[in-house]
């Protein structure tokens, strides 16, 4: 006889945290490695749809597999240098498992939702404020799909997924890289429905897809007014743009909204270039950036590499952290500087300056930030040396009482266009050295192109 077979998904039988349907091992392993304090997805423009009909809409995302809906990928004819007319979504990877993998990591999920528009590169088209009540209600509803009681009604979907407990979300984002007086105005409408509703969920607001310009200073300034919690702010740009923007946050005012720094990543030749690669001097530069962002951690409460993951046969958008294809998946010299920053947190922000108090933000190409880990009894001294020279490196460490040896976190290699790749994976991975903290100093010599986290015990 004849069969016809509607849907059909294999998986591998090993999968993460032997999930049924799950995820790659090797894949979301090197997620867990990094130890993400939350989780943003579904992506970023990807939300809000060529046009509004295209969006993303996460309803038709969870229940049964075969009941969500199939929809053309708004990335389908983006670039011409690679088009996928073909490329759909069979939404096999829901917001439930988005939730599922946050809550596996240990890290706070971070769902991003369209508010009314569609993608301003592209069509830009736009609900009437007048009929925006029905995606205001998808946050609504989101948060209770996440939040609610197993008997409510979206609490009864995720109940009949298989879990009943909430997934406890914290944060919701709304709009992606949306600017002008459209976004502002929409923005306010779902700001005070869910803050009515919900006064504790945490709103991240977006303040365009440019760190400066027109499109910027108006929704930072607008965002303000409206006493925005978080502003979401993206950079994509040269090497140079992020060892000159080490300072960045050093004089943003105080008191308001706090920064997420939601999408950067270093290019290599200029934004959206297939050519772009994830070598050596980007990653190091975004190092020296990093510094900048601890360095005002009371400010920029949260920050994330973009994007996240690429496959070796079907990218259109380089550079990315994780690289893999049908067997493989590996971290890129840019994976390992946010692991190592990720991996070596504190609690507690340590001034660092030099003997006649400037800040080490780029003076002989030299950046630094240092915390504290009052858990662990542990300082984390951040260190990246930009430069082609040796330095010589001479470290006091006041009012805290140091055991006598130190471990150095070494990340570095010979050539600014050196790169991980399927064939060398580890060709810029970090390695170890031990040091000898005497009478509260360390002297050290740090090597050219190079980033050092120092681990300091306290007695």
């Known amino acids: 006889g004849v069969i016809d077979l509607d849907n059909i998904s294999l998986f591998p039988v090993n999968t993460w945290k032997g999930r049924e349907n799950g995820l790659r091992e090797d894949i979301v392993q090197l997620l867990a490695d990094l130890q993400p304090g939350f989780l943003r997805f579904p992506g970023g423009c990807i939300v809000e749809g060529r046009t509004l009909a295209q969006r993303y809409q996460w309803k038709k995302t969870v229940g049964p597999l075969w009941d969500r809906t199939l929809l053309i990928n708004r990335w389908n004819t983006e670039f011409g240098h690679r088009p996928t007319p073909d490329y ?33 590169f592209n069509t830009g088209e736009l609900v009437p404020l007048a009929d925006l009540d029905p995606y205001v209600q998808d946050a609504l509803d989101l948060i209770e799909f996440a939040n609610g009681p197993a008997d409510s009604p979206w609490g009864q979907v995720r109940n009949s997924m298989g879990h009943p407990e909430p997934f406890n979300m914290k944060y919701i984002g709304i709009g992606n890289e949306q600017w002008g007086p459209e976004y502002i105005e929409r923005y306010a409408i779902f700001e005070k429905a869910i803050k009515e509703q919900y006064p504790d969920i945490v709103i991240i607001s977006s303040s365009g897809p440019f760190p400066e310009g027109d499109f910027f200073e108006y929704g930072t300034s607008e965002l303000k007014k409206l006493n925005a919690e978080i502003i979401d702010e993206h950079y994509y740009n040269t090497p140079e743009w992020f060892r000159d923007n080490a300072t960045r946050y050093d004089d943003y005012a105080r008191g308001g909204a706090k920064i997420f720094a939601g999408e950067y990543a270093a290019q290599s030749v200029r934004t959206t270039s297939p050519e772009n690669k994830n070598n050596w001097e980007c990653a190091l530069s975004e190092a020296a950036f990093i510094t900048g962002l601890e360095r005002n951690a009371d400010l920029v409460v949260m920050t994330s590499y973009a994007p996240l993951l ?6 259109q958008w380089t550079p990315n952290l994780i690289w893999f294809n049908n067997l493989e998946a590996y971290g890129t010299a840019n994976y390992h500087v946010q692991k190592l920053f990720s991996n070596h947190r504190g609690n507690e922000l340590l001034a660092i300056s030099t003997f006649d108090g400037k800040v080490v933000a780029g003076e002989n190409d030299l950046f630094a ?21 040796k330095q010589q490196l001479e470290i006091d460490i006041k009012n805290q009482q140091l055991e006598g040896t130190a471990t150095a976190l070494i990340l570095s290699s010979d050539q600014l266009t050196d790169e991980n790749s399927f064939e060398n994976p580890k060709k810029i991975i970090p390695r170890e050295s031990e040091l000898s903290a005497i009478n509260n100093h360390l002297s050290l010599e740090i090597d050219p192109y ?7 015990g306290l007695e």
Request: hydrophobic fraction near 40%.
């Open 88 to 120: 759909f979504q069979s939404f096999g990877l829901g917001f439930f498992e988005y939730f599922q993998l946050a809550e596996d990591l240990g890290a706070e999920p971070l769902p991003i939702l369209g508010c009314g528009m569609a993608c301003q």
């Open 450 to 456: 190079t980033f050092m986290v120092i681990k300091i």
């Open 369 to 389: 930030s240092s915390v504290k880990n009052t858990n662990s009894g542990e300082i984390f001294v951040k260190l990246v040396n930009t430069s082609d020279k």
């Open 310 to 315: 690429a496959h070796q046969d079907g990218w």
